[in-house]
């Protein structure tokens, strides 16, 4: 097939303009990714871009085309995965303050010196059918859908995004981690 005469007047240059842009991809038919008919498949960028312009944000409504609108974007970017670090914290906080059926079990062990020491192990639970198992059901399923949801936000590829995603873990696990259960064995001596 001969090129020659095509019109290549759309792709002999570039202009500033191409940086803050979406990429889109090129069909077969010479379509940009939006346009067409190709069975309900659409093209799907696969690298890492910054750009501002016809950025589309989970839903084909939701399109970011100015620096401003991206900057709010990536604010609530952030503040979701920071929301998502707290909902995994606060969770592990409802669980231990609903835990019931508590045991304590002892063992025997020897010691070095041939005396006897007792360790006890605690043991907690929780019941099925109990307000806080639905509750804690409820909060997983919301943890599930957040999670989805910044990972989708992480797949634009759009770097401002992926950096509000991955700033927004780190500063909700700063917020929230500190409150998060560490388990010491008090027997354990090699702190």
């Not at 803050?20 to 010479?30: C, D, M, R, S």
């Not at 750009?51 to 604010?75: D, Q, R, T």
């Not at 304590?104 to 907690?124: A, F, I, Q, R």
Request: proline share 3%; charged share 10%.
């Amino acid at each position: 097939m001969n090129h020659s005469n095509m019109d290549h007047s759309g792709h002999a240059h570039h202009d500033h303009h191409a940086m803050t842009e979406a990429p889109t991809l090129t069909t077969h038919g010479g379509h940009g990714g939006n346009g067409g008919d190709h069975g309900g498949h659409m093209g799907m960028v696969m690298t890492f871009y910054f750009g501002y312009k016809n950025v589309e944000l989970l839903f084909s409504g939701l399109v970011i085309n100015s620096p401003g609108e991206m900057v709010l974007a990536c604010l609530g970017v952030f503040l979701l995965a920071a929301l998502y670090e707290g909902l995994k914290i606060g969770r592990e906080v409802l669980l231990r303050r609903s835990q019931v059926n508590v045991r304590y079990n002892s063992m025997p062990l020897p010691g070095s010196d041939g005396t006897v020491l007792m360790e006890t192990h605690k043991t907690v639970g929780q019941r099925m059918l109990s307000p806080a198992h639905f509750l804690q059901t409820l909060l997983h399923i919301l943890q599930v859908v957040l999670s989805y949801v910044l990972m989708l936000v992480f797949m634009t590829y759009n770097g401002f995004l992926c950096i509000a995603v991955a700033l927004g873990a780190g500063a909700g696990y700063f917020l929230f981690s500190w409150k998060k259960a560490i388990v010491v064995d008090i027997t354990e001596h090699c702190h």
